[in-house]
């Protein structure tokens, strides 16, 4: 769990969630989450069902937000949750033990009881302000040094990252970026995940 992790977000994308998955993957992206808010249960189903298969053929990673049963029905490598999801107890039950379990978290005490659960990595923001999701205050890249030694497991950082901020943020202990805005918004997808993987790679060595 390292690197730059796209979250495919359904209500931003641009163009097909597919299309934005093998676009940036050939800029290096292997890492990726599918998430839809809105639509129904059954529409999730089928977008995972495809991303996973496409996942697979790329040699990705594919995770599917929110929801473990459709992460298990789909063939997905796994679920990111949320604090009012399904507790990781219950999504290890659902998807068993070579399945990846992420949660996304926002303090300390919640990255510890990640970990306890058997959380396989937690996400932490949002570092900066961010518009794509309401998920409090920035917290900045101190709080990631804090949280890298209050845990063992991988710690994806998200929330207004993009290509300028990025390499702190990987500075700051981060194991991975997750990305949403800066990436589904550019008019090329590619060009725009080729920027953040370039400026991790270069600067920060």
Do not use: C, W
């Not at 996973?52 to 929801?67: E, K, M, P, S």
């Not at 306890?116 to 900066?128: E, H, M, S, W």
């Not at 990987?170 to 997750?178: F, L, Q, S």
Request: aromatic residues 4%.
């Amino acid at each position: 769990m390292r690197g730059l992790y796209l979250i495919l977000d359904q209500d931003l994308l641009r163009v097909g969630p597919m299309e934005a998955m093998t676009a940036a993957f050939s800029s290096g992206v292997r890492l990726f989450q599918y998430r839809d808010k809105s639509g129904s249960r059954r529409a999730i189903y089928e977008a995972a069902l495809l991303l996973a298969r496409t996942a697979r053929q790329l040699g990705a990673l594919f995770i599917v937000n929110d929801h473990a049963d459709i992460a298990a029905a789909a063939g997905a490598d796994g679920v990111h949750l949320g604090q009012d999801d399904l507790p990781i107890e219950g999504a290890r039950r659902l998807l068993g033990g070579g399945k990846i379990i992420g949660i996304s978290t926002h303090s300390a005490k919640q990255a510890r009881e990640a970990e306890r659960a058997g959380a396989d990595y937690i996400g932490f923001g949002p570092i900066y302000a961010t518009f794509t999701k309401d998920a409090g205050a920035a917290q900045g890249t101190d709080a990631i040094r804090i949280i890298k030694q209050t845990v063992k497991i991988p710690v994806i950082a998200i929330g207004g990252i993009n290509r300028e901020n990025a390499p702190e943020v990987v500075r700051a202990g981060a194991d991975g970026v997750a990305v949403i805005g800066a990436i589904l918004s550019a008019e090329n997808i590619a060009a725009a995940a080729e920027e953040i993987v370039e400026t991790i790679r270069i600067r920060v060595s």
